[in-house]
C-alpha cells in the first residue's frame, strides 16, 4: 500500500444522507468508481476546536479492478 498525500479532484453525487464519489482525478489520470466497498468518519472532538479534525473516507473500487482509500478533510487545522 502506498500513501499518496496530494489533492485531487473528486465528482459526487448525493445520496440520502451521503456524497457518493463516482469518479476522481489525479496525475492526469481520471478513474471511475465502479463502488464504494466501505466508509466511515473520523472525528477528534475533543481537541482545541483549531486543532479538530473531522475525515470522511472511502475504500473504493475502480472500473479497472485496483482499489483506492480516499478521504475528504473537512475539520478545522491550526498553523503551527
Known sequence: MEFIGETISVEYVQEPGWLRPVKF???DTEYIVQSVDERWEEHTL???WWQRRHRVHYAL????GRRYE???DRGARGKG
Open 25 to 27: 482525478r489525479t496525475r
Open 46 to 48: 475533543n481537541d482545541p
Open 61 to 64: 473500487t475502480v472500473t479497472d
Open 70 to 72: 480516499l478521504y475528504w
